[in-house]
């Protein structure tokens, strides 16, 4: 069997890394064809000498430009180096590769992500936004094409093996109700704030949020994991992968990570899936599929994992994760309109503009105002989020002031 030919979109990031790792161990089944990342020259540069991609988009023009002179003097090259937004779509939509791993944060991965599923690739999807901002008209792309989605999401990708191969096989369009599924059980840490009382949660740092107990993610979804909007996003994400009922998916709280999912069969039985939490383990798993290839990930020693403890999410606690359920029941509207504010809202977390718990205010406002904007088709979206991120950035304008003052 000829190698995959690899796209990984966001090299440089945790899930692109993790990507790398896997497929360094099997060389034999994998090339590595093209590489995007943002700005992140030195990271860029290293898997460059080790992976010798054909070509390597960096975003952003000046790091576009440095890591050209750096591979220069490296000898390389042969490496075709491009930047800007849309070189991204360019090598997504590639003849040249088979496989793309969507691993851009953020609304920013939308696009390239539906460039390649347009060519029917098969894509693995660890980009959550592109389904929570596009919803149907993504999945209607993907049942046009005829490409093979893959969820990359540790749940997303423990409900998928927990399907029958019936519904495997028709990612978007599963009908689990036909295949004696009655419930998704959608699992969560709870973050590292779980515990913390309510009241001291407006005075958390962004260091603080980014402490994840159990996983090594990037900023910005270490912060949706303590807001438990990355819980949300997923809920969303799980509606359109596995064409279910918000009512049908329920969220669990699962402090130890070991049960990464579950799905509630008919007639009383119900699989998990479970593991070491390292995302090595769902890349793998997608990258490589139907066959099993070795993660790197140690397995599973029952007898020093600790127990099992399950929770009910609290809404006073968790807002965030409240409000991407009702909006994944209002409309696509309301989702994208949640997705591009908590990404504006987070940002301003992250540099210390506004409160933890301002969060949650820029998000349900953002929503309230867009929920009954009207969205057809992908130039709608791109269109209500832009006029959401800057409804948002002033939201966080005017509490940054605020703040200020309180001080």
């Known amino acids: 069997m000829q190698p995959r030919q690899l796209c990984i979109l966001g090299s440089t990031g945790s899930i692109g890394e993790s990507t790398l790792d896997v497929v360094n161990r099997h060389p034999d089944k994998f090339v590595v064809h093209s590489l995007s990342a943002n700005a992140s020259v030195d990271k860029m540069l290293q898997q460059c000498l080790t992976f010798r991609p054909q070509q390597v988009v960096m975003v952003d023009a000046k790091a576009a430009s440095e890591l050209s002179q750096q591979l220069l003097a490296h000898e390389l090259s042969e490496i075709t180096v491009l930047s800007g937004e849309s070189a991204l779509i360019t090598i997504a939509e590639s ?224 807002p965030n994760l409240q409000l991407a359920i009702e909006a994944c029941k209002q409309g696509q509207a309301a989702c994208t309109a949640l997705n591009a504010a908590n990404e504006i809202a987070v940002d301003g977390f992250l540099n210390n503009k506004i409160k933890f718990t301002d969060i949650f205010k820029i998000n349900e406002t953002s929503v309230k105002k867009f929920v009954s904007e009207r969205v057809v088709n992908i130039d709608d979206v791109m269109v209500l989020d832009r006029s959401v991120r800057e409804f948002a950035q002033l939201l966080v304008d005017e509490l940054t002031m605020t703040n200020v003052k309180v001080k």
């Open 95 to 318: 003849e040249q590769i088979d496989t793309v791993m969507a691993a851009i944060v953020g609304a920013s991965g939308l696009l390239p992500t539906l460039a390649a599923v347009k060519k029917g690739k098969r894509v693995l999807l660890a980009n959550k936004e592109a389904l929570v901002t596009s919803g149907q008209i993504f999945i209607d792309a993907v049942k046009a094409s005829g490409a093979e989605l893959l969820p990359i999401d540790s749940e997303h990708n423990a409900i998928f093996q927990c399907l029958p191969m019936m519904s495997q096989q028709h990612v978007g369009a599963c009908q689990l109700a036909d295949n004696g599924i009655s419930k998704i059980l959608l699992t969560g840490s709870g973050g590292p704030f779980r515990t913390t009382p309510i009241e001291e949660l407006a005075q958390v740092t962004p260091e603080q949020a980014c402490a994840h107990p159990n996983w090594d993610m990037g900023r910005k979804i270490s912060v949706d994991s303590a807001t438990m909007m990355n819980k949300g996003l997923e809920f969303i994400e799980a509606r359109w992968l596995f064409d279910v009922a918000p009512e049908d998916i329920q969220v669990v709280l699962h402090p130890q990570s070991t049960i990464h999912s579950m799905v509630q069969y008919r007639d009383g039985s119900v699989l998990a899936q479970m593991g070491n939490p390292d995302m090595r383990t769902p890349i793998a798993h997608a990258l490589a599929f139907p066959e099993r290839i070795d993660a790197g990930v140690p397995p599973l020693d029952f007898f020093t994992t600790p127990s099992f403890d399950f929770e009910q999410a609290d809404y006073q606690r968790y």
